[in-house]
Every structure is written in structure tokens, then in C-alpha cells.
């Protein structure tokens, strides 16, 4: 139990570090934030702004998660479940390292609608993709816990989870956009966003496909 | 693909002003007849440069004919965006069109010296992909790299209206038509757009038949060149409202708006005003309803002369037009500069109250039945035309061809291509006696453009303050 434990606390952190990883990237939104700031003149754009695109974000996340975490039905299917979302993952990591072209629908929204780009940008970036097999090492040790109670409880369990782990990922991602948004903002001037503004794509679909490999290896190990 | 932004991106204008000066200029090489292939030039603006003030590399294209107008960047500080995901593309290709031959060339500036051709796109491509033809004006925006055009299908380009392309700002690859909705878009010039404020504004010159030739003097005269301006919805791809400026003010050509993305006004240039053959500028903005408004804010008046100094297209008149042919905005949003190409003047106006232009500066040089020598003693043919502005503010480049049958009928004694620069300073608005470039025999010049931006081509994302 110890051992899982400390599981269930590393995959908690996984899903802490993925919102700040998301939260860093200039492709997720905090530019956004600045430019509302400077482009209102006032201060309370920018957090404004990043709630619009929190709520983007979060719900992103809920719609990729929510139907896994539907997915307890098939209990018995867990393994499998578990095999063919990793396979996902690292096929949109996979698709991103070849195809290395932004969606052009993504310039197509109005620059006012802040939580609809949010969450098409993370969308088309496979963003909530990244959680799933985190999110499903949570459900196999929430499963443990229930134990073989109906399976109406275990999904009531499971669509907790995935609102507790959208809210949480969603809250680390906003802080560290937010920082870096604000301190552009206040401190550091325009100069600086070029100078932040690094390409993360090949690292992006590389986390991807990592994370893919993840989920499959935990499905085989037990969680 | 490059891990960090192009450090030629600028947030916003004011980042732009401050940044390296420019060290190459290109400028289009036009053969008027035809008989040799246009090209562009690459042009020495290192002051500290042993070849200063010269052209040190030619790109020469294999086809002739296609008459090289206007062009601009594959990439600019729209690339920072960060709505479009495009901050790791370079700036390094120009995009040249042929008016004439609807042709389009890539051409790679990476290392200016060896300058080549990267891509040619065929005629044939924009034909059959976009219904249009004649590509003109180039802008790096939100879904790739959106062309203007100034003739619509068949021989003549007058089967359908002309608009606007897009093309894709990696391959190059022609996408499609722009409009969704054009409204009463018949005609087409410039246009301009703020992209974080969403709207695009474009203007009118004429169809081809009515400029191809030559100027149609009975189309002028009856008002048939464009007078329009519209605004278009820019991500929405309609036009929301077109504004009249009164058909006597013919051909409203270049569109200036503001640099910085907080402000929601701009210029606008009218070659002549036929009821008194005065040059105009109208300030555009919207108003507080959210609907735009226009109102002219400068007149040029015409100079009277005799007859026999007159060309036989003015000789009825008496007088020189002042043709404001060209204009172009400081990226502070406080020097606009209007080419008279009839008068032979450049005029720089204090713009900083849009709506209250203030003259602050003017240079004498070419013009009709005048032709003012340069300072340095040597001829400047035709008149102040294509105007660019360094970023900086500080040095504002000019040359002297408007387009191959219009400089014939205005010009018809002169032949040739210059490109000049004037200084900005504190004692006013100069040419520089030392920078005179004349072009090689048998090519005109016509459009600049400056190495790592200048004030025509990068659209801003962010404010500058």
C-alpha cells in the first residue's frame, strides 16, 4: 500500500507538471493575456484574459477525459482500454512529429474569443490526450479502493476524478502562464516575449508519444 | 524552422523603431518594353559600406514581361500572433508578382548578396485555383500569405471581380479566394488590415482595361476608376461596410492604417480629384456606434502651366496635377508621406492629430514640365513615387516609376529609374546629396523594400506602450 501510495503521489505531480509544461507554452495562450492587457489598458484584462482561457483549457481537458472515465462499463476490458489510449497518445505524438503544420482553423477565430481558441488550440495540440493515461493510473488505483462495488459508483468515482484532475491540471496551468504573462507585463516589457517564445513542438509530440508509452508499459505492470 | 522567433518579429512598433538598422534594400527592376527580363535589386545601405549607395546583386528572372509592381515578405512580426502558431517561420523569402504576367516569383534573401529564385508560380495556378488574375499587393497575415489582385477570370480580367488570395506561407502553395462575402467590392488596389482588432480595409485603382494600356481619359473624366474604400470583417472574410468618398475623388489607392493595434484609424490616398484636379487624403476611423467614418484631411492643390510644357494628356487643363500616387506611415504613427509624382514633390505631414495634418516638410525633385534635378546635379526623371520609410523614422527611400503606359503619357520625354533617400532630422525633412542610385539602362525602379522590415509591410500584434 505504501508503494501505491507513493504511485498515486507521482502520478498527482505528473498531472501538476503537465498544467505547468501546457502553461509555459506560448501556443497555449499567456501572449494572449499580455496583448488583452496592453490592448485595453488596463490591468484587469490580463486576468481577464486568462480565465477566458483557463475555461478553454479545462474544458479541453473534460472532453477528452470524460469519455474514458465513461468507460468503466467495461471493466473487464481495463487492460485493453488502457492499451489502445496509450496507442493514441503516441499516435498523436507521432502524427505531430510528421506533420509539423499549425491547423489554419486555429487563425480563423475572432482574437476576442478567448476560451473558444483555448480550447481548440488544445485540442488540435492533443493536449488533454496527454493526461489520459495518467488519468486512467488514477482510475486503476481509485478502482483498488472501491473495489468490486456497481458499476454506477465506480463511474460516479471516476467522473470526479477526471473533473478533480481537469481542475487541478487546468489551476497549474493557469499559475504558470500567469506568471510569465505577468511578468512580461509588468516587469520585463514586450521585449522580452520574442525571447520567451521558444519552439516546443518536438518536444511537444515527443512528451506525447513518452506519455503513450507510459500508459501502455502501466497497463501491462498492473496500473 | 528556427527554435526561437526571427529576431526581425517585433512585438510591437516601438520594438521595430529600436532594433538594427536596415543594411540591404531590394527594389524592383522594371523593362517597360518588355524587352528584357524585370528583376530585383539588391542595394547597399550601409553607410559604413565601401559599396554604399549601390546595387550590389541583380536577381534577373528567366521569363519577360511580367512587370514587377509591388511585393512584399513571405513572414513578419504578424508571425507573433499568438493566435496563428506561426512564430518560427523566417523572414526570408520575397514574394514578387508579375502585374502584367499574373506570374509570381519566391525569391530567397537569406544571404543578400546571393539572392535567388526559390519558386515561380505559374500564371495558370492563380488562374484556375482563384478565379482572379494580376496579383499585386502582399501581406503575411492570419492563414498564410494573402495576395491582392487587380483583375478577375479571362483575357482581359474583367470576367468576375478581383480580390484578394491566400497562399500558403510554408509551400507557397496558392489556397484559394479570401472573399466570402464581398459586397460591393468591384474593383481592387491595397489593403490593410489590425489583426488583433479584426479588421481589414481595401481599396480601388481600376480594371484592367482601364490601366494596362495607359490612363483612359474618358474613364476619368466620367469617374469610372474606384472611390471606394471597404471594411472588411477580416477572420469573418466580409466586407461590413463600404464607404464612397464621392466619385470625383478617383482612385483611392494606398491604405495606411495605424501601426499601433490600439488605434483604429488610418489614411487613405486619392490620386486626383476631377472637379479641380486637386491630390486628397482622407483620414478613415470608427467611430463610437463601432461604423466607420471618413473625412478628407489634406488637399494638394495643382500647379498652373502653359500648355506647350504640358504633355498632350494635361494640355486641356493647363495644369500639373499633383497625382498622389503613393504614401506611406512612420511606424510611430506621426510622419505620413505623400508622393506627388506630378508635382515632383514629397510632402512629410505631422499626423499625430489624424484628423488635423499638419505639413512639416517637403523636397523638390523631377516632376512635370519642371524636372528637378537631384541635389547632387544629376537627373531624377518622372517624380517622387514608391516611398519607403526606414524603421527608425530616420531615412525615407524613394523611386520614380508609377507604372510602364501611365509614365509614357505623363513622362512622355523621360526614360530611366533612380532610387534616392532623404534624411529625417531635427533640421528637417533633406535628400542625402551622396545616396543617388541610377538604374541600370533600360530598367525603371518601382517598389522598396528594406531588410528586416520597413513601414509597409509588418503588421504588429501588441501595442507599443
Known amino acids: 500500500m505504501i508503494v501505491d501510495d507513493l504511485s498515486v503521489t507521482a502520478l498527482w505531480w505528473a498531472v501538476i507538471f503537465s498544467g505547468f509544461y501546457h502553461g509555459i507554452n506560448p501556443g497555449m495562450g499567456w501572449p494572449l493575456a499580455v496583448s488583452a492587457a496592453l490592448m485595453e489598458r488596463k490591468h484587469s484584462a490580463l486576468p481577464h484574459a486568462l480565465a477566458l482561457l483557463a475555461l478553454g483549457h479545462f474544458l479541453s481537458m473534460l472532453a477528452i477525459l470524460l469519455p474514458f472515465s465513461m468507460m468503466v462499463f467495461l471493466v473487464d476490458w481495463e487492460l485493453q482500454i488502457r492499451l489502445v489510449a496509450g496507442l493514441i497518445v503516441v499516435g498523436m505524438g507521432v502524427y505531430l512529429l510528421i506533420n509539423r503544420r499549425h491547423p489554419r482553423f486555429l487563425a480563423r477565430v475572432h482574437p476576442a474569443r478567448l476560451a473558444l481558441w483555448s480550447f481548440l488550440a488544445a485540442l488540435a495540440h492533443g493536449a488533454g490526450l496527454m493526461l489520459v493515461p495518467i488519468f486512467l493510473g488514477l482510475c486503476g488505483y481509485a478502482q483498488d479502493d472501491v473495489g468490486h462495488e456497481a458499476a454506477q459508483a465506480l ?67 498492473g496500473h | ?99 502584367r504576367s499574373s506570374r509570381v516569383y519566391v525569391i530567397d534573401v ?73 459586397g460591393k467590392q468591384d474593383k481592387h488596389y491595397d489593403f490593410w488590415w489590425n489583426l488583433p482588432q479584426d479588421y481589414m480595409v481595401s481599396s480601388e485603382w481600376g480594371l484592367p482595361p482601364q490601366f494596362e494600356n495607359g490612363v483612359v481619359p474618358e474613364d476619368l473624366l466620367s469617374n469610372k476608376y474606384g472611390h471606394s474604400i471597404h471594411f472588411w470583417d477580416l477572420r469573418g472574410r466580409k466586407n461590413i461596410q463600404t464607404i464612397d468618398f464621392g466619385e470625383n475623388y478617383q482612385m483611392a489607392l494606398e491604405i495606411r492604417p495605424a501601426h499601433d493595434p490600439k488605434k483604429s484609424y488610418g489614411f487613405c490616398g486619392v490620386v486626383v480629384d476631377t472637379t479641380n484636379l486637386q491630390g486628397a487624403i482622407f483620414t478613415w476611423w470608427r467611430g463610437d456606434d463601432g461604423t466607420w467614418q471618413s473625412k478628407k484631411v489634406i488637399t494638394i492643390d495643382p500647379r498652373p502651366e502653359d500648355p506647350e510644357n504640358l504633355p498632350p494628356l494635361l494640355q486641356g487643363f493647363g495644369a500639373v496635377p499633383p497625382l498622389v500616387t503613393d504614401i506611406d506611415l512612420s511606424l510611430d504613427d506621426k510622419y505620413l508621406y505623400v508622393a506627388c509624382w506630378g508635382l515632383g514633390e514629397m510632402h512629410q505631414y505631422d499626423v499625430s492629430d489624424p484628423m488635423n495634418p499638419v505639413l512639416a516638410g517637403k523636397v523638390e525633385v523631377g516632376g512635370i514640365a519642371k524636372g528637378a534635378n537631384h541635389p547632387n546635379g544629376k537627373p531624377f526623371v518622372y517624380g517622387p513615387q514608391m516611398v519607403e520609410i526606414s524603421r527608425d523614422g530616420k531615412r525615407v527611400y524613394w523611386t520614380n516609376s508609377l507604372y510602364s503606359s501611365w509614365d509614357d503619357q505623363f513622362y512622355p520625354n523621360d526614360e530611366g529609374g533612380q532610387m534616392v533617400m532623404a534624411n529625417v532630422t531635427e533640421d528637417g525633412f533633406a535628400l542625402d546629396p551622396d545616396f543617388y542610385i541610377d538604374f541600370p539602362k533600360g530598367y525603371r525602379a518601382h517598389q522598396i523594400r528594406l531588410e528586416g522590415g520597413d513601414c509597409s509591410t509588418d503588421s504588429f500584434c501588441y501595442p507599443s506602450a
Not at chain 2, 470576367?159 to 507557397?172: R, Y
Open chain 1, 155 to 221: 463511474m460516479t468515482s471516476n467522473i470526479r476524478l477526471a473533473f478533480l484532475v481537469a481542475a487541478v491540471h487546468t489551476f497549474a496551468m493557469t499559475a504558470a502562464g500567469a506568471v510569465i504573462a505577468v511578468f512580461i507585463y509588468i516587469w520585463l516589457g514586450l521585449k522580452f516575449l520574442s525571447k520567451a517564445w521558444f519552439n516546443l513542438d518536438i518536444l511537444w509530440a515527443i512528451s506525447l508519444v513518452c506519455v503513450g508509452c507510459f500508459g501502455i508499459y502501466s497497463a501491462f505492470a
Open chain 2, 1 to 99: 524552422m528556427n527554435l526561437r522567433p526571427d529576431p526581425t518579429f517585433y512585438a510591437s512598433p516601438k520594438i521595430a523603431m529600436q532594433a538594427p538598422v536596415e543594411n540591404y534594400a531590394f527594389t524592383v527592376m522594371l523593362s517597360p518594353d518588355g524587352s528584357q527580363s524585370d528583376g530585383i535589386a539588391v542595394v547597399d545601405v550601409n553607410p559604413k559600406s565601401d559599396t554604399y549607395g549601390q546595387i550590389v546583386h541583380q536577381v534577373i528572372v528567366p521569363y519577360k514581361g511580367d512587370e514587377f509592381h509591388h511585393f512584399g515578405w513571405n513572414a513578419c512580426s504578424s508571425s507573433l500572433s499568438p493566435l496563428t502558431g506561426h512564430a518560427f517561420l523566417e523572414r526570408r523569402y520575397l514574394i514578387v508578382p508579375g502585374i
Open chain 2, 110 to 182: 537569406k544571404d543578400p548578396l546571393k539572392a535567388e529564385i526559390h519558386k515561380i508560380i505559374e500564371p495558370e495556378e492563380i488562374f484556375e485555383k482563384t478565379g482572379y488574375s494580376r496579383p499585386h499587393t502582399i501581406h503575411c497575415g492570419p492563414e498564410g500569405i494573402y495576395v491582392s489582385t487587380l483583375g478577375g477570370g479571362g483575357e482581359d480580367g474583367t470576367d468576375g471581380p478581383p480580390g484578394i488570395f491566400i497562399m500558403d506561407c510554408e509551400t507557397f502553395e496558392v489556397i484559394g479566394q479570401y472573399e466570402m462575402d464581398r
